[in-house]
């Protein structure tokens, strides 16, 4: 018995642990047009309640739990129920083991996205009646303070939502959802909620487990089809899979924000590796899908990517430098700063680099300068290779 009670505290333990912002390395921009480097909301009753819990519409989202047998689907709703009704005890059931349990708690965590009010669980006394052990939950706030924070919740969410219409595609839906989040919500280690979608939506301050909530809570009031996914890199990650057109895909909010370099020069920028990719793109960063909470559908397709669906794929040289003229005219057109393409293999994306700046005519002058010549541009055109490992480059105008 006192081996149980001891393993079940040491795996509530673990799966109560923040799961930490990821953090990259700074990248460097480099001068290419010159020889100088540089470097709305729904009426609401106003009345909140202080004696239960009243969870929004939206925030439940499914997938692992969905092929449940009736003993585990059992312990889910029982947990869900303990946890929705603000009680602070329920038996352990004896029909699951111990290593089910645990992962059922793991699964709860990423399903329910409303339960940022639990501060812990862990294993309490034996009941000798039922034969089995008590889990006892504690929680950080009020009933009252739980249903305000709830509340400002979907209210933030709804002003998000109020952006989109009808005739905008999913494809649009989620990337002004990846892009509002990227641009509008700061990654923080210190916040209090930043593992919650109240802190993503309400204080604008998020780890990666709050990125992933509020992303999942705009789909779901949305209707796309989504799932939380866990993996890891040097520590625990956790992020976003959507269903479009009949095909699953990756979103990593936290990691397309940009380093503070880039948004020095832009402060609008929005980073588009992780939208829409597929196992094969996330797994080179990510390393590692954790199939411990269950098995994430595969991602094999790159139809949807952001690269591919906005026409920045390049093939060859001669489209890469096209695309890049193209992409520039429409910048200096409509006032945006930078832009990004995507080549086809690593020896593609390193002749580019080579033909882009090699002098190409008997005046000394580099393709990129013969762009921005023929499209009147006066200004530098810097580029960084911070994602060269997926041959992709970043273009500033200045």
């Not at 149980?4 to 923040?18: D, G, H």
């Not at 793991?106 to 812990?120: D, K, M, S, T």
């Not at 509020?214 to 890891?232: D, K, P, Q, W």
């Not at 890049?324 to 020896?347: A, H, P, V, W």
């Amino acid at each position: 018995m006192k081996l149980i009670k001891r393993y079940f505290l040491i795996f509530t333990a673990a799966l109560m642990t923040l799961l930490p912002a990821c953090h990259k390395n700074e990248p460097e921009l480099t001068v290419i047009t010159h020889d100088t480097d540089v470097s709305a909301s729904e009426d609401v009753s106003d009345e909140i309640s202080e004696t239960e819990i009243r969870i929004p519409e939206g925030m439940v989202t499914r997938y692992a739990s969905l092929d449940f047998d009736k003993r585990m689907q059992e312990a889910y709703d029982g947990i869900v129920d303990t946890i929705t009704g603000y009680e602070k005890k329920s038996l352990i059931p004896l029909t699951v083991s111990t290593k089910d349990y645990s992962k059922i708690l793991g699964i709860v965590r990423c399903e329910q996205l409303a339960f940022f009010y639990l501060e812990n669980r862990t294993v309490g006394d034996y009941n000798s009646a039922a034969q089995t052990f008590e889990m006892d939950f504690q929680y950080k706030y009020t009933i009252k303070e739980v249903n305000t924070m709830l509340r400002q919740t979907e209210e933030e969410a709804k002003k998000i939502i109020a952006l989109t219409d009808d005739s905008m595609s999913d494809y649009e839906k989620l990337k002004l959802f990846h892009d509002y989040l990227v641009r509008n919500v700061e990654s923080s280690v210190d916040s209090e909620h930043a593992d919650s979608i109240y802190g993503a939506l309400v204080e604008k301050q998020a780890l990666c487990e709050g990125y992933a909530k509020a992303f999942s809570y705009l789909c779901n009031l949305s209707g796309i089809e989504n799932m939380i996914v866990t993996g890891f890199t040097e520590i625990d990650h956790m992020w976003n899979m959507v269903k479009l057109d009949g095909k699953w895909y990756h979103i990593d909010i936290g990691w397309d924000k940009p380093a503070e370099a880039l948004t020095a020069r832009c402060p609008d920028m929005v980073l588009y590796q992780y939208f829409l990719a597929s196992d094969s793109v996330i797994q080179n960063d990510h390393r590692s899908i954790s199939r411990s909470l269950g098995d994430p559908p595969a991602a094999d397709s790159d139809d949807m990517s952001y690269f591919v669906h906005e026409g920045k794929y390049a093939h060859n040289y001669d489209e890469a430098l096209a695309m890049i003229e193209d992409t520039c005219r429409s910048c200096i057109d409509s006032g945006q700063k930078y832009f990004m393409i995507k080549l086809d293999s690593s020896n593609l994306y390193l002749s580019t680099l080579n033909e882009l700046t090699r002098p190409s005519d008997d005046e000394g002058n580099s393709d990129i300068r013969a762009v921005a010549d023929r499209l009147g541009y006066k200004g530098n055109i810097s580029y960084t290779d911070y994602y060269k490992n997926y041959r992709i480059l970043i273009f500033i105008l200045d």
